[in-house]
């Protein structure tokens, strides 16, 4: 079945610039919209989208009217949804017409009909496995690395923002199409602290971006394994032993370097998706919205949203102070080259 959902060279070639992975997922999006409705409509109605701009003290927060996307800001994940459904993400559930590239043999490249970005693709396992991103980790640099002349890679965890928990995958979008993509140097000049530094490699923490933030900075893909796992299981001490921290990712690589920057989570939603009547708005921040696209598949929600609302979402599902302080002092303890105190 497999063999059948992977696109050959024949089906490319009129798309295709260049034969990277990365040319050939851009080609991927060019040659499915013209075969595949869903989409060809999806992203056509991109063009409709409307945007508002929030300004900050030196960053932006941008809210997306995006209706495409209702059916992920609104997806039912707890465990009885889930198997009571078809995985959408599974070979065999695939739209007839939906193709895809193959990558190392376990995962395949997959548009996404419902974009959020201009140019928008799911990665999912071959496998129907679950959402986990510790075993997963170094496939997040190694495709982020692969795609990185046109896109940025990132991870929903399967209690924020990932709309099919049970089967593991990336996504993947435009470079520069998220605010933290332009302001990230800025915001790492004027207000980061400095855990540790080694060799050109450096591991970062930021609280004054309204949601708090660890990075790690490197060429070196075994320093940025060794952070990110040290990370990991300083989270999980703070966090429920039966289940994965609750965080999202953003994995760029840009001049033979590696960016991950990873979001703590305090909750899936805020209380105001839950609300009713004037006081409930429809958003459920995953790792695009904490990269500074705030999506409302509703135009009541687009129209009302305030600054003060933003401040408050982020204060609901960002990781508190007091957690944040103890990841940063433990992350830089007994490293010698540690610049936090």
Not at 69 to 90: G, T
Not at 230 to 247: G, N, V
Not at 298 to 305: M, P, Q, R, S, V
Request: net charge positive.
């Amino acid at each position: 079945m497999i063999e059948k959902r992977i696109i050959s060279e024949e089906e490319l070639k009129p798309f295709l610039d260049s034969d990277t992975i990365a040319d050939k997922t851009k080609a991927l999006l060019s040659q499915q919209k013209k075969v595949w409705k869903l989409p060809k409509e999806g992203y056509k109605s991109l063009e409709k989208v409307q945007v508002k701009v929030f300004e900050f003290d030196g960053f932006q927060i941008k809210v997306q009217f995006n209706p495409g996307r209702i059916i992920s800001s609104s997806a039912k994940v707890d465990k009885k949804s889930i198997e009571n459904r078809k995985c959408f993400l599974c070979i065999k559930n695939l739209s007839p017409e939906q193709k895809g590239i193959l990558y190392y043999r376990d995962l395949i490249i997959l548009v996404n009909p419902y974009p959020i970005f201009p140019e928008h693709f799911t990665l999912p396992k071959i496998d129907h496995i679950p959402q986990a991103i510790e075993p997963n980790f170094e496939g997040l640099l190694d495709i982020s690395r692969d795609l990185s002349k046109h896109y940025i890679v990132f991870y929903n965890g399967p209690k924020c923002g990932a709309s099919a928990p049970d089967h593991f995958h990336y996504q993947a979008g435009l470079k520069y199409f998220m605010p933290i993509d332009s302001e990230y140097p800025n915001i790492i000049k004027q207000s980061a602290q400095k855990l540790v530094e080694e060799n050109g490699s450096a591991v970062y923490a930021v609280d004054k971006y309204l949601r708090n933030f660890i990075s790690i900075e490197s060429n070196n893909k075994d320093f940025i394994k060794k952070y990110f796992n040290k990370f990991f299981d300083i989270y999980k001490k703070i966090s429920p032993s039966d289940e994965e921290p609750m965080l999202n990712i953003i994995s760029n690589y840009e001049q033979n370097k590696w960016r991950v920057i990873i979001f703590p989570r305090a909750k899936h939603r805020p209380y105001q998706y839950f609300a009713e009547g004037d006081g409930n708005i429809l958003l459920s921040p995953a790792a695009v919205d904490f990269g500074g696209v705030f999506i409302t598949p509703l135009e009541k929600d687009f129209n009302k949203i305030s600054k003060d609302d933003i401040i408050d979402i982020f204060r609901q599902t960002s990781i508190s102070t007091e957690y944040f302080e103890f990841i940063k002092k433990e992350l830089a303890k007994n490293d010698k080259k540690c610049l936090f105190i």
